[in-house]
């Protein structure tokens, strides 16, 4: 099904449906695309009203029906309506909704699927202790052991980041213990295929050093020395296009101005401090690897100001039109 896109709604006592209603409200008329939205209908046709889009949403019943945006939720009921910000059925349904649209995707139903935001801490809490983010369970679920999250937006001017994360979410002390020169080597092999995917005309990729100015040569830290050079060194050996271990706080700056087609950081806030910087409300996260697309907005549930009607849907139609993008390459 070449056309179709799914959306996994994620959690709903959040900004996922308003976010996702807004941006599919964005989409052209014209456009051919025919959405899943993935989760549950009471709840979406009241936002639907709600924030007055009224887009036309029907019940999916199959792939030859007319039409452009369908609800199907694999749960057997609906979920109670006035729920609390947080409440524990909301989080474990939006798990069984990333679920079954990876699962589609899997067996091709879908070309893509686009994840609306869950709460981790909320998920754990439900009864999931090893759920760590939705890039994670999905790559178990897939069976995929090689893949990276890459982060990526522009600014007003057009200028890109886009920044592969060699660990994800790694409490800060561990980030050293958890560092490995597999997991650095993949994440540069996956950002130089994510930048042919992009139709880029080069693949040049740049790579953080961890500590400060890369290490000074083994004086603050010597995995730069250990670990990530030798990384680089064996990816150039493959032919990629790649340079490293350089200092963070120049390589950003470099890449900012175009030096770089995509940055390797090290860790998670590493690499998602200078992307939000330039693209905090249409960042856009990739999980790279997969063997389906999937594309995510760059945001959490924002519980704060969900069903208020402010939520910005900037990312999310950011990410709808990304995996529109490699879909259509596909």
């Keep these: 099904?070449?056309?179709?896109?799914?959306?996994?709604?994620g959690d709903i006592t959040g900004i996922g449906p308003e976010v996702t209603l807004?941006?599919?409200?964005?989409?052209?008329?014209?456009?051919?695309?025919?959405?899943?939205?993935?989760?549950?209908?009471?709840?979406?046709?009241?936002?639907?009203?709600?924030?007055?889009?009224?887009?036309?949403?029907?019940?999916?019943?199959?792939?030859?029906?007319?039409g452009r945006f369908f609800i199907c939720n694999p749960l057997p009921e609906s979920l109670p309506e006035n729920l609390n910000a947080g409440a524990l059925e909301a989080a474990r349904a939006a798990v069984a909704w990333l679920a079954d649209g990876a699962q589609r995707c899997l067996r091709g139903e879908l070309c893509a699927l686009v994840t609306a935001p869950v709460n981790k801490e909320t998920i754990i809490r439900a009864g999931r202790s090893n759920f760590t983010g939705q890039t994670e369970f999905?790559?178990?679920?897939?069976?995929?052991?090689?893949?990276?999250?890459m982060l990526l937006g522009h600014d007003d001017r057009g200028r890109w980041l886009r920044v592969a994360l060699a660990t994800t979410h790694v409490?800060?002390?561990?980030?050293?213990?958890?560092?490995?020169?597999?997991?650095?080597?993949?994440?540069?092999?996956?950002?130089?295929?994510?930048?042919?995917?992009l139709g880029l005309p080069r693949a040049r990729?740049?790579?953080?050093?961890?500590?400060?100015?890369?290490g000074e040569g083994g004086k603050i830290g010597d995995e730069e020395q250990t670990v990530i050079n030798p990384a680089v060194r064996a990816m150039q050996g493959r032919q990629l296009d790649v340079v490293g271990a350089v200092a963070a706080d120049t390589l950003f700056h470099r890449a900012y101005r175009g030096d770089f087609?995509?940055?390797?950081?090290?860790?998670?806030?590493?690499?998602?401090?200078?992307?939000?910087m330039i693209a905090f409300e249409s960042g856009v996260n990739w999980t790279l690897g997969l063997p389906f697309i999937r594309t995510s907005p760059d945001h959490g549930t924002a519980y704060d100001i969900a069903g208020k009607g402010i939520a910005n849907p900037s990312s999310m139609l950011a990410a709808i039109r990304l995996a529109k993008q490699l879909a259509a390459r596909n």
């Design 1 to 9: 099904m070449s056309n179709w896109i799914g959306i996994s709604l």
């Design 22 to 66: 807004k941006a599919l409200a964005a989409e052209p008329a014209s456009d051919s695309t025919r959405f899943l939205l993935i989760g549950d209908a009471r709840h979406l046709h009241r936002a639907n009203q709600q924030f007055g889009l009224n887009l036309p949403l029907q019940n999916y019943t199959g792939a030859n029906q007319p």
């Design 138 to 149: 999905l790559s178990e679920l897939a069976g995929a052991n090689k893949t990276a999250m």
């Design 171 to 197: 409490p800060l002390k561990a980030v050293s213990e958890k560092l490995t020169r597999v997991k650095i080597e993949t994440a540069i092999e996956l950002a130089a295929q994510a930048c042919r995917d």
């Design 205 to 214: 990729i740049g790579v953080c050093g961890l500590n400060p100015h890369a």
């Design 261 to 276: 087609d995509a940055v390797v950081a090290m860790y998670h806030d590493q690499g998602l401090g200078p992307l939000k």
